[in-house]
T-cell receptor, first 113, second 116 residues
Framework: DADVTQTPRNRITKTGKRIMLECSQTKGHDRMYWYRQDPGLGLRLIYYSFDVKDINKGEISDGYSVSRQAQAKFSLSLESAIPNQTALYFC????????????FGPGTRLTVT | AQSVTQLGSHVSVSEGALVLLRCNYSSSVPPYLFWYVQYPNQGLQLLLKYTTGATLVKGINGFEAEFKKSETSFHLTKPSAHMSDAAEYFCAVSDRLIQGAQKLVFGQGTRLTINP
């Protein structure tokens, strides 16, 4: 089984809808991250979390919110989806003492129409 | 703030030829540097990393990269390309967050195509 899983893998939604992307990990890592990938822009950090009680904004957090329900689960929500949030979203995890190395999930492809 | 520039969004080489993917970074502190690979419809996978010590680092699948501080570069090479190397490659530099945690700053990515 994969160490970092994301659901759904693909999602099409309409403008204005609320949508949640979920990430689960079995690696026992305390740090979790959400990135979005856009062609030609690489990956950009949306939110990150050091542990259940610690959540921080990344460089492009506007329009997004997150919830760390447990050490193993980190969800990303789009409160009111808009077309320019169409992207590939990745969850990643890292272990605290060596958190420069991150492990990525398979990604969620989100399309907002 | 740290940044990464990958020179060339697309690189095409023949099977058996040298692969060279270029990465330059900017950092005000000694960096940690990474190369990740993304195969079609998959997440990113770590190829190799430089933290400290030897500046020539070897990774998986025959790839290697050399940290050159004077040139602020971390180019990725492989002596002989294989069809299975076709993927997108990302260079990344670590950026220090509060409380000692770190996040990755990614380059734009380079798509590598291998011609038979």
């Amino acid at each position: 089984d994969a160490d970092v899983t994301q659901t759904p893998r693909n999602r099409i939604t309409k403008t204005g809808k609320r949508i949640m992307l979920e990430c689960s990990q079995t690696k026992g890592h305390d740090r979790m991250y959400w990135y979005r990938q856009d062609p030609g822009l690489g990956l950009r950090l949306i939110y990150y979390s050091f542990d259940v009680k610690d959540i921080n904004k990344g460089e492009i957090s506007d329009g997004y919110s997150v919830s760390r329900q447990a050490q193993a689960k980190f969800s990303l929500s789009l409160e009111s989806a808009i077309p320019n949030q169409t992207a590939l979203y990745f969850c990643a995890t890292a272990e605290g003492s060596s958190s420069y190395e991150q492990y990525f999930g398979p990604g969620t492809r989100l399309t907002v129409t | 703030a740290q940044s990464v520039t990958q020179l060339g969004s697309h690189v095409s080489v023949s099977e058996g030829a040298l692969v060279l993917l270029r990465c330059n970074y900017s950092s005000s502190v000694p960096p940690y540097l990474f190369w990740y690979v993304q195969y079609p419809n998959q997440g990113l996978q770590l190829l190799l990393k430089y933290t400290t010590g030897a500046t020539l680092v070897k990774g998986i699948n025959g790839f290697e990269a050399e940290f050159k501080k004077s040139e602020t570069s971390f180019h990725l090479t492989k002596p002989s390309a294989h069809m299975s190397d076709a993927a997108e490659y990302f260079c990344a530099v670590s950026d220090r967050l509060i409380q000692g945690a770190q996040k990755l700053v990614f380059g734009q990515g380079t798509r590598l195509t291998i011609n038979p």
